[in-house]
T-cell receptor, first 113, second 110 residues
Framework: DADVTQTPRNRITKTGKRIMLECSQTKGHDRMYWYRQDPGLGLRLIYYSFDVKDINKGEISDGYSVSRQAQAKFSLSLESAIPNQTALYFC????????????FGSGTRLTVV | GQNIDQPTEMTATEGAIVQINCTYQTSGFNGLFWYQQHAGEAPTFLSYNVLDGLEEKGRFSSFLSRSKGYSYLLLKELQMKDSASYLCAVRKGGSYIPTFGRGTSLIVHP
């Protein structure tokens, strides 16, 4: 099994729909992150969580919300999807030092039509 | 804020050596990371530098100069499978969150 699992892998949804992307990890890390990646723009941070009771906004949190249900689970929701949220979404985990960097999930390719 | 600059694209020949540069401007400094990302896949961690100097890991090496705000990733004995994007990420002083550059797309040809 993968260290960081994201579901679904691909999703097409309509404008205005609510959608949830899920992430679970077996690394035992306290820290979890959600990024989106757009061509030419690199990885941008949406939200991050340093433990179960900690939630922080990243640079592009508008239109998104998150829930940290357990140490191993961190989900991202789009309350009312819009076409410019079409992107590749990555969940990642790390320990506190990050000396071994992030471990990323395989990504969710989301298309909003 | 932070400014991270990498070349957009580079090409190189199989078996050769390539150097991918990353320059940054940041308030304080708390570490620099390099990741490799194949098309459509997740980034994978390559290296972490927090002190000046060269860190070697097999065919890959990463160099850091904090005073110059400069790092490079050196890839030796290039293989076709090294064709990928290489992402530089910098953590500013007092922060636990790195900011990613836009990545360098490396194309290795025979």
């Amino acid at each position: 099994d993968a260290d960081v699992t994201q579901t679904p892998r691909n999703r097409i949804t309509k404008t205005g729909k609510r959608i949830m992307l899920e992430c679970s990890q077996t690394k035992g890390h306290d820290r979890m992150y959600w990024y989106r990646q757009d061509p030419g723009l690199g990885l941008r941070l949406i939200y991050y969580s340093f433990d179960v009771k900690d939630i922080n906004k990243g640079e592009i949190s508008d239109g998104y919300s998150v829930s940290r249900q357990a140490q191993a689970k961190f989900s991202l929701s789009l309350e009312s999807a819009i076409p410019n949220q079409t992107a590749l979404y990555f969940c990642a985990t790390s320990d506190s030092r990050q000396a071994d960097g992030y471990t990323f999930g395989s990504g969710t390719r989301l298309t909003v039509v | 804020g932070q400014n991270i600059d990498q070349p957009t694209e580079m090409t190189a020949t199989e078996g050769a050596i390539v150097q991918i540069n990353c320059t940054y401007q940041t308030s304080g400094f708390n570490g620099l990371f390099w990741y490799q990302q194949h098309a459509g896949e997740a980034p994978t961690f390559l290296s972490y530098n927090v002190l000046d100097g060269l860190e070697e890991k097999g065919r890959f090496s990463s160099f850091l100069s904090r005073s110059k705000g400069y790092s490079y990733l050196l890839l030796k004995e290039l293989q076709m499978k090294d064709s990928a994007s290489y992402l530089c990420a910098v953590r500013k002083g007092g922060s636990y969150i790195p900011t990613f550059g836009r990545g360098t797309s490396l194309i290795v040809h025979p």
